[in-house]
């Protein structure tokens, strides 16, 4: 089946770059306008550039997801300029004190870590929620993680806030079933982006270790995500809401 979402209006958070750019792309190719919501204009503008040369449409609106009146700015932005809004797609997030333990992680970790990747997904929802309210139907994906839903001992407040992803939507999920609205997490392994390039340089033969880990033998390509966002996205999981959908490879699964 041919997921197509013509005449739609799909948001991406951190649609910059890695899964966001992908979920991007893919919206666009589907037949949705975008909007690319994101603090890196460079980024962003290479995301539209792509979109435009293929024949899609595209708004850039410069956004910190961590600042609830520029998420009120970003929706009301999306709705000047293509009159409504179908899908969200909450991905933006950031990832530091990788590899510490509880005791050796600050304050400024968890604040920051908790500002964009938990409280940045309850403020977009909050915004993305009143549009869709008025207009009686819509879909929403957050980016939890593989790490949203088991523990590690790699690390704790950037796995804590993926946690608290997946419960916002579930709750968020049952709030708004009833109203036509459904709210979908997807929840990656290690993806093959800027985020994870850094991490992955640091330690020696990570790479390595990993693949033996995963099931499949491999990293997954951000596109791969993409596909399962755009599938929650879309009609096609029309019956499915509250889940947090894993694309690991089988990682978390083994
Ligand atoms: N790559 C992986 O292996 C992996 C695994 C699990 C979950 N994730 C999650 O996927 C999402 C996307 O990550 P990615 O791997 O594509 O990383 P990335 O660094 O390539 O992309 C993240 C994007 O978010 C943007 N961003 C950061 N802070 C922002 C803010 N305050 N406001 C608006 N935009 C902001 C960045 O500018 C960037 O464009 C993140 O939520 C990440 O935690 C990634």
New binding site residues.
Partial sequence: MEIRLDGKVALV????????RAAAEAYAQSGASVVV????EA?AAGTIAGIERGGGKALFVR????QEAQCERMVAAALERFGRLDVAFN?????RAFGQKLHESTEEDWDQLMA??LK?VFLCMKHELKQMLRQGEGAIVN?????GLAGTAKSVV?PAS?HGVVGLTRCAALQYADCGIRVNAV??????????RGMRQQEANYDETRRKLVPMGRI?A?EEVAGAVLWLSSGAASYVTGIAMLVDGGWISR
């Fill in positions: 958070t951190g649609g910059a770059s890695g899964i966001g919501a994101d603090l890196d980024g956004t910190d997801v961590a991905n933006a997030g950031v990832m964009v990747n940045g980016t939890a993680s593989a790490m950037y993926k929840c990656p392994g290690l993806i093959d982006t800027p985020m994870t997954g951000p």
